[in-house]
Nanobody
Framework: QVQLVESGGGLVQPGGSLRLSCAAS????????MGWYRQAPENERELVAA???????NYADSVKGRFTISRDNAKNTVYLQMNSLKPEDTAVYYC?????????WGQGTQVTVSS
């Protein structure tokens, strides 16, 4: 069982940047996909960005060109660099790792974009 712990959330003004981190309790080298999801109040949880163990990435259309996902297998950490933040990016952001027969979720970190 791999535990995931997110950090880096907070309050930021529109146009600002944040970097989220997802630290894993064990090696993520063999985890097929690592990704970030978000859930705003009264909305369904949605995929924001994902990266396979081979380095392929996938982004939601709403964040393309603004967010970047990366993973450091040596540090067992996944990052989400978020630039040009908008109020509509406000949500709880969750880290997820998954494969064919398993999945792991973090507890989430709040990101609030407001002036």
């Amino acid at each position: 069982q791999v535990q995931l712990v997110e950090s880096g959330g907070g309050l930021v003004q529109p146009g600002g940047s944040l970097r989220l981190s997802c630290a894993a309790s064990a090696s993520i080298f063999s985890v097929s996909v690592m990704g970030w999801y978000r859930q705003a109040p009264e909305n369904e949880r949605e995929l924001v960005a994902a990266m396979t163990s081979g380095g392929s990435t996938n982004y939601a259309d709403s964040v393309k060109g603004r967010f970047t996902i990366s993973r450091d297998n040596a540090k067992n950490t996944v990052y989400l660099q978020m630039n040009s933040l908008k109020p509509e990016d406000t949500a709880v952001y969750y880290c997820r790792g998954w494969g064919k027969t398993y999945e792991y979720w973090g507890q989430g970190t709040q990101v609030t974009v407001s002036s």
